[in-house]
């Protein structure tokens, strides 16, 4: 199963940008789907945004939409989210992982979870 690390994340105040790196092991790497999804304290685990093999095609959860871009660098075995405009309700430990993407539904995560990156928004 391929295995994803997530960096990139710090302390910013409201209104300022991070971006979030992850980067997985080599083998088939371009053949998965890849999602970043989002935990706050005591709330659930909530999906972010996604892309597809390829990345032709991007997801966004509404509450990220117009802020937040995910991309990916196939050759560099990287995926990103460039995180524009940081509110406070943006804090949480953010993970990248495989991501499922259905047809009609917020795409879900895949297999085992990293440590995460903790993005932490002051007002």
């Known amino acids: 199963q391929v295995q994803l690390e997530e960096s990139g994340g710090g302390l910013v105040q409201a209104g300022g940008s991070l971006r979030l790196s992850c980067a997985a092991s080599?083998?088939?790497?371009?053949?998965?789907?890849i999602g970043w999804f989002r935990q706050a304290p005591e709330k659930e685990r909530e999906f972010v945004a996604a892309?597809?093999?390829?990345?032709?095609?991007?997801y966004y959860a509404d509450s990220v939409k117009g802020r937040f871009t995910i991309s990916r660098d196939n050759a560099k075995n990287f995926v990103y989210l460039q995180m524009n405009s940081l509110k406070p309700e943006d804090t949480a430990v953010y993970y990248c992982?495989?991501?499922?993407?259905?047809?009609?539904?917020?795409?879900?995560?895949?297999?085992?979870w990293g440590q995460g990156t903790q993005v932490t928004v002051s007002s």
């Open positions: 892309i597809t093999w390829s990345g032709g095609s991007t």
């Open positions: 992982a495989v991501a499922k993407i259905y047809g009609s539904r917020d795409p879900t995560a895949s297999g085992s």
């Open positions: 080599k083998r088939t790497f371009s053949s998965y789907n």
